[in-house]
């Protein structure tokens, strides 16, 4: 499932494609289920001649304002992908919605699984307002995420994953996260000291700017491996500490990394580097 540094990616490659600006002449829907709470039909007919004002990002949320006063929320979901395309090319079988702009370019939703959903709303807030502080905010500070972190009795791995809880972390990004900050995912995040929370502020921050910088994170060839816009793969898997390299040398102290389960969901670690706290 694409993680923030994927979804940025993505907001970032529409916005270098200048399509800010742009009208929405038409639009078609080839798998209804797509569009969240609205007929498609009536999806269509709301976006119509609508221009897309900005493209920003929101969690794992992909936001396009329009000028219809609308928002459309986009969540890739495990292997949703955004396509800009020339219209004269035969769409393909999973591009399930297709939007016409007036620069002669199709901005194109493929979901091969069919998890992915597209919301539009006027009141955006009230489905990003339930999610947690973005972890590059300036606002989001090591203080904050200490109190937080007090305030609950949870396994901080489970707990860095919700989304009401922090914005925009996933599987990869936690698991690494953990990793560089030494904290075992089985912890519970009442009892890390403020210095530990400190240093997994700076884990999360640092890893995600570093998923951003290589353009999102790329694994193998299936269904949920991300691409962004026009099929460009990322590049940050060759920077993977622990994530998929169960029985690889540790980087920092060259133990065999592990995978174990935590919460459902594979995680990986290194035993050395991560004990389970007492």
Same mark, same amino acid.
């Given at each position: 499932?694409?993680?923030?540094? #994927?979804?940025?990616?993505?907001?970032?490659?529409?916005?270098?494609?200048?399509?800010?600006?742009?009208?929405?002449?038409?639009?078609?829907?080839?798998? &209804?289920? $797509?569009? =969240?709470?609205?007929?498609?039909?009536?999806?269509?007919?709301?976006?119509?001649?609508?221009?897309?004002?900005?493209?920003?990002?929101?969690?794992?949320?992909?936001? %396009?304002?329009?000028?219809?006063? %609308?928002?459309?929320?986009?969540?890739?979901?495990?292997?949703?992908?955004?396509?800009?395309?020339? &219209?004269?090319? #035969?769409? *393909?079988?999973?591009?399930?919605? +297709?939007?016409?702009?007036?620069?002669?370019?199709?901005?194109?939703?493929?979901?091969?699984?069919?998890?992915?959903?597209?919301?539009? @709303?006027?009141?955006?807030?009230? +489905?990003?307002?339930?999610?947690?502080?973005?972890?590059?905010?300036?606002?989001?500070?090591?203080?904050?995420?200490? @109190?937080?972190?007090?305030?609950?009795?949870?396994?901080?791995? &489970?707990?860095?994953?919700?989304?009401?809880?922090?914005?925009?972390?996933?599987? !990869?990004?936690?698991?690494?996260?953990?990793?560089?900050?030494?904290?075992?995912?089985?912890?519970?995040?009442? @009892?890390?000291?403020?210095?530990?929370? =400190?240093?997994?502020?700076?884990?999360?921050?640092?890893?995600?700017?570093?998923?951003?910088?290589?353009?999102? $994170?790329?694994?193998?060839?299936?269904?949920? *491996?991300?691409?962004?816009?026009?099929?460009?793969?990322?590049?940050? =898997?060759?920077?993977?500490?622990?994530?998929?390299?169960?029985?690889?040398?540790? &980087?920092?102290?060259?133990?065999? !990394?592990?995978?174990?389960?935590? =919460?459902?969901?594979?995680?990986?670690?290194?035993?050395?580097?991560?004990?389970? %706290?007492?």
């Amino acid at each position: 499932m694409p993680e923030l540094p #994927e979804v940025q990616t993505i907001v970032d490659h529409l916005n270098q494609a200048h399509i800010v600006g742009r009208a929405i002449t038409d639009s078609r829907v080839y798998w &209804p289920k $797509t569009i =969240a709470g609205m007929d498609s039909c009536r999806f269509c007919l709301r976006i119509k001649g609508s221009k897309i004002r900005q493209i920003t990002r929101r969690g794992k949320y992909i936001v %396009l304002d329009l000028s219809c006063r %609308l928002t459309m929320l986009i969540h890739l979901r495990m292997s949703g992908r955004l396509n800009l395309s020339d &219209p004269t090319i #035969e769409r *393909n079988p999973h591009e399930h919605v +297709i939007l016409q702009l007036d620069n002669t370019t199709d901005l194109r939703f493929q979901d091969t699984r069919k998890f992915g959903r597209i919301v539009l @709303t006027d009141t955006p807030q009230t +489905i990003l307002g339930q999610l947690g502080p973005e972890p590059l905010s300036k606002r989001f500070t090591g203080k904050q995420l200490f @109190t937080m972190l007090q305030a609950c009795r949870r396994q901080i791995k &489970p707990l860095l994953l919700d989304q009401h809880f922090l914005a925009g972390l996933g599987n !990869i990004y936690v698991d690494e996260a953990l990793w560089t900050a030494g904290i075992h995912p089985l912890s519970i995040s009442s @009892t890390l000291s403020a210095r530990q929370s =400190a240093s997994l502020h700076r884990a999360i921050r640092h890893v995600l700017r570093k998923g951003i910088k290589n353009l999102g $994170t790329s694994l193998g060839r299936g269904k949920g *491996n991300f691409y962004s816009t026009n099929n460009r793969p990322g590049r940050n =898997a060759d920077q993977l500490n622990v994530f998929r390299r169960t029985g690889m040398a540790c &980087p920092r102290c060259k133990t065999a !990394i592990m995978r174990i389960i935590v =919460a459902q969901r594979s995680s990986h670690i290194c035993p050395h580097c991560q004990k389970p %706290l007492n």
